[in-house]
């Protein structure tokens, strides 16, 4: 079992940026891969990129890849997601999620590990 909590949301301007963290803790072996999710409500939760933090491989949704970088500080249990340029549209609960052989990534239910959310709200 994975602990993981979220922090560093919050609400920001339209253009500005953001840097989320997810701290994790518990069992970490395993060809562990963590990712962020994203859900607003009414709609589905989808992934928005993943990382492994044994050699730092990194994935992404494709139309975000532009503005978020998804990096990890192994030394602290730590996996960020830098969030520029941000649009109302990018507005939503931000979860940090684990799993472990997670294919296809971008599968809410491949993970088996789930933070309680950070709120992320951009205003125009």
């Known amino acids: 079992q994975v602990q993981l909590v979220e922090s560093g949301g919050g609400s920001v301007q339209s253009g500005g940026s953001l840097r989320l963290s997810c701290l994790y803790s518990g069992q970490t072996f395993g060809n562990l891969r963590i990712a962020w999710f994203r859900q607003a409500p009414g709609k589905d939760r989808e992934g928005v990129a993943a990382?492994?933090?044994?050699?730092?491989?990194?994935i992404y949704d494709y139309a975000k890849k532009a503005r978020f970088s998804i990096t990890r500080d192994n030394s602290k249990n730590t996996v960020f997601l830098q969030m520029n340029d941000l649009k109302p549209e990018d507005s939503a609960m931000y979860y940090c999620?684990?799993?472990?052989?997670?294919?296809?990534?971008?599968?809410?239910?491949?993970?088996?590990?789930w933070g309680q959310g950070t709120q992320v709200t951009v205003s125009s």
């Open positions: 999620a684990a799993g472990r052989g997670v294919t296809p990534w971008d599968r809410a239910g491949n993970y088996e590990s």
């Open positions: 990382i492994d933090p044994a050699d730092g491989f990194t």
